[in-house]
Structures are given as C-alpha cells and as structure tokens.
C-alpha cells in the first residue's frame, strides 16, 4: 500500500530535491578497498568523526535548501552505508530496491527496505538482478544506466520490460571507475558533467548530441568532480576543492553551494553518492 502522505516520484536528476534518503557514516571505514579511490586511503584510512561532522554540515545545507532529509539508521556491519544512491532508486512515481553488487555492501538494502515497510511506500525489489543506483541517471522518458562491476547487462534488459514507456540506454564504461555517475552526471535538460575518454564511443556520440558537456580533467575525476547533486532552480552541491568545475558551473548560470566532504570522498562517493532521492518536484508551466 503506498503512504498518499509520503509523495514519491522522480523523473529527473534536476528538479527541484524535496524529499531524500541519507545515512551518517559512523561507522564508515576501509576494510578491503573496493574501488580504487579506497586502495590510495586504505593507510590513512578514514577519520569516521571528521567525516561525520562534515556528513552533518551536508545534511544542514540540504535542510536550510527546504529539503526534508531521512535518515536511516547506520548500522555498524555496513561501512559503506553513507552511500545511500546505489541501494535503490526511484524512477517516475515508483523505487526499486536494488541487489548489491559487492560483498560489503549486502544487507544495506534491508535497512532501506524496513523503512520502506513503515512507511507503507510501494517498492519493487529487485531480488535477482545485480544493479545499483549509482548506475542509473534519468532524464524525463529516458533512463542511462551504466554497464560497470556493479550493473551487468541482463539486470538492464529487466529494466526494460519492467518500464516499458522508457528509453532505457545502456552506457558501457571502462571498469576502472565504479558507477556512472563517477564519469557522467545531468544537470540540467542541456548541461551534464564528463570525465572524457571513459565511455564507449557510440554512446558518447549520443550524449554529445544531448546535451552540451562540461569535461572535467583526472585531478577533478579524483576528487569526484563529476558526482555533484542537483538540488532543483539550477542550483548544485559541489565539492570546494574543485574550483574549475564550480566556476564552469558558475559560468553556465548555475548557483554553486560548495560543502566540504573531502573525508568521506575519500571511500570512493561523494554528493551523489550519499542521497537517494524519493521526491523531486516537477514545475508546473
């Protein structure tokens, strides 16, 4: 039965954010690297109070923007919770629970889906496909989703006949990144962010027609340039550290909140990594 006091829907990536899933990462921590952003920290590792505090300064920014966050509870068997975008995603007016791809990150998803349940949300869980939302971008009718270690083919094909009134485009990507959004990311119907020489030609040709591309360079890709948040009225979450992005963004007509999350980057995600969005607001006209 689905909650008509808890609106979900997202047809998106920039539409205004209203309603949007997090999780602290209190208990975040490399244990075995997964990707190989974690294999440079695995050392210095993680200072899990810094990261907090600045998890706490994201999620003040988003609630000062009128976004209501939730947050679900960390759980201390799961050290990559913070990374709320891959355990599901909602697509139109519906979420889907995705299967985790690594051994790490199974179970993350019977937090959400607890949530889920109390809030008498309808879902549908993704039970046999290996698919995980940082691989999944949506842009009105059309859906990309990255073919990475995390997402293979057969779950996108499902996609398809489960959402048949979508264009499901699948993006193969070198495997030495970890979802889509780490390469390419929408900010709006004629903008999106591209970390260049990743994606498969064809493809790129495609988004080259769709939209207009703002490169970002290696340094920029390493400190997650591309995984921005789209907050709706062309306003964006940014990372400070990457001040040619942001003045590209700037250039463009975007408003940039720069909110320092250098810590938690630090395992791989950023900005969007860390939100699984649940409502966006379409604008009337």
């Not at 869980?125 to 971008?137: F, H, P, R, T, W």
């Not at 842009?139 to 979508?166: A, C, F, M, Q």
């Not at 890709?221 to 306003?235: R, Y």
Request: aromatic share 8%; glycine share 6%; charged share 25%.
């Amino acid at each position: 039965m689905k909650n008509d006091q808890f609106l979900i829907g997202s047809h998106n990536e920039y539409d205004p954010l209203k309603k949007v899933i997090l999780t602290s990462p209190l208990y975040m921590t490399i244990k075995e690297p997964i990707n190989d952003i974690q294999k440079q920290y695995l050392k210095e590792n993680i200072d899990t109070k810094l990261a907090s505090e600045q998890h706490q300064a994201f999620v003040d920014v988003l609630k000062k923007e009128g976004i209501e966050v939730v947050l679900l509870p960390a759980e201390k068997q799961f050290p990559e919770q913070v990374f709320t975008r891959d355990i599901g995603f909602t697509l139109g007016n519906h979420t889907f629970v995705a299967k985790m791809g690594h051994d790490v990150r199974k179970g993350e998803e019977h937090v959400l889906l607890n949530w889920l349940n109390e809030q008498e949300i309808s879902f549908t869980k993704l039970n046999s496909d290996k698919i995980e939302g940082g691989d999944v971008l949506i842009d009105g009718s059309t859906i990309y989703i990255g073919v990475s270690n995390r997402t293979n083919k057969k779950s996108i094909e499902h996609i398809k006949t489960l959402l048949p009134n979508y264009e499901v485009i699948d993006i193969p990507f070198t495997d030495s990144f970890l979802h889509l959004d780490c390469v390419f990311n929408i900010l709006s119907p004629n903008d999106a962010l591209i970390y260049p020489g990743e994606i498969e030609r064809q493809k790129l040709e495609l988004l080259k027609k769709r939209y207009s591309l703002i490169e970002v360079t290696k340094e920029e890709q390493a400190t997650l340039g591309t995984n921005v948040l789209s907050i709706g009225h062309n306003k964006v979450i940014s990372l400070p550290v990457n001040n040619r992005v942001n003045a590209e963004l700037r250039k463009r007509g975007f408003t940039v909140i720069e909110v320092d999350i250098t810590e938690i980057i630090k395992s791989g995600g950023a900005f969007r990594c860390c939100t699984l969005p649940l409502y966006r607001e379409t604008p009337t006209s």
